[in-house]
């Protein structure tokens, strides 16, 4: 129980940094973090005690597997928030050239 | 952006070649060990990505532009749906399993699971690379 | 078990120093930290497929981050500067909504099988049935390439489309 509180504490930290923070790149950071968290606690729930990795290696061997199902659901979040991280750090970057600033107050001011 | 050392181009050059068969290793065994197509995709473009920052964007402008990286991504993704479309032309329903299934624990064997890893592969590999240029190398890659 | 409790009390501190440092840079690589204690993580949990997912994931992440950061500054200048009066409303909101959170997400997960003990009522047919319907030994390739191929799918789609919009976003047309 310890861990999933562990795992809901960094999701809420990311939250922080996107809600509060006010440069560009850490609210990006913010964002990677969440996603780090969330994809933790689906591997969580999956584990069972004592048991091995759910790899066959020998044909007739009895079988004690952990869960195998939050595992293929995770596999595909994870690159999917590569994709996420990738095209915003492309909308960042061209703020940047157009206002020389990553400060969002700053770019709240200037119009254009 | 400018490349680094001597030293560095000469150790990049040896060791990108075993980089990159390490992530075709990974694409091909997905099927016994742990791994898959998405993980050795993105080794696979680690290996030309090095490359590319041990020298320098304006120097190998010809050999990894951006338009070469986009076919083969595409080239991915429709022998992923043509793999698919196998199983529709067949008889039985979409991505249904029709390739022999032969013995286990053998690389030749569990239908069309190694040809999906492959097409996945070349496709994440591509796209990654695609996406290195454009953010760090845009002013000598994307210019019209 | 203990290494699991040390791992995420360093992954916390990293989160927390990632957050707060000025320099862009440095917050780049705790962030790499955070990552590979997650990867460590899923090794001690029995899943070596995601764990070698999630390395080469985190360290392209890093890359991407470094990239940019090298292109523009490297220092954050929103710190230092004193505490505004239109920046105490957001972290008042956040604290609030965050002790909610948490209240309510320890009274929802109370009723989830206890920490090592699954329900597996469709996991059980998978592992029996694995092997002999498609023949490949990783249980996990079988699932994401022919029990659930529709999902591994549209994961291909997604990233074409985002391959798509990072090369529009960053093009050079018509600029000196």
Redesign the interface.
Known sequence: ??????C???I??????V?????L??I???F??TE?GI??LF???????N???????K?DAP?M?????P??????S??????????M??????I?EKYK???I?EIKKLKG | MSGLSVIVKTVARIVAGFIFLYGGY?IVH???????G??GG??V??SF?LLVLAFGAAEIKEKTS?IVS?IF?SLG?VM?LLV?LLGLFSGVFF?T?VLP??T??KVL?????PL??IA?GI??GA??L???L???A??YI??? | MVE??LL?IA??AA??V??EIKD?LA??VA?GI??FS?SI??IL??????????I??E???V???A???L???HT???IGKGIKT??IF??V??FIF?TL??VL??YA?KD?PV????V?K??NY???N??NH?????????????Y??????G??V??????L???S??????KK
Not at chain 1, 1 to 6: C, F, P, R
Not at chain 3, 115 to 118: A, E, H, K, N, Q
Not at chain 3, 158 to 163: E, I, K, N, P, Y
């Open positions: 129980m310890i861990l999933i509180i562990a809901m504490l960094l809420v930290i990311g939250l922080y940094a809600i509060t923070k006010r440069n790149i850490k990006a950071i913010g990677c973090m780090y994809n933790l591997a969580f729930i999956g584990f069972k005690k048991a091995l990795a759910p790899i066959i290696t044909i079988k597997f952990v869960d195998p199902i595992q293929a659901l995770v596999l595909t994870i690159v999917i928030g590569l994709g996420t991280t990738a095209v750090l492309a909308m960042i970057l061209r940047y600033t990553f400060d107050n | 990974i997905g099927h016994l060990t742990p791994g898959g998405f993980a993105v080794i473009a680690a990505i951006y986009s991504e993704g992923f698919a991505f399993n299934k032969g286990p624990l064997s569990a239908g069309i699971i999906c890893n996945i496709k994440v796209g990654l695609s996406i290195f454009a953010l760090a845009s002013h994307l210019k019209e | 699991l409790y995420s992954m916390l989160a927390i990632a957050i862009l917050s780049a962030m955070v990552g997650v993580m899923f949990v029995q899943a070596p497929d995601l764990a070698i997912v999630q080469v994931v360290v392209m992440t890359i991407f981050f990239a940019v950061i292109r523009t500054t954050d200048t929103t239109e920046s957001p972290v909101t956040f965050g959170f948490i997400a320890i997960l989830l920490f090592g003990s699954p597996m469709v996991a998978y592992i029996e694995g092997l498609t023949g490949a030994a990783n249980i996990i390739a079988a699932i994401i390439l022919d659930r191929g529709y999902d591994t799918f994961e291909a997604v990233l074409f489309t985002s391959v919009g990072v090369l976003i960053m093009r050079m047309k018509g």
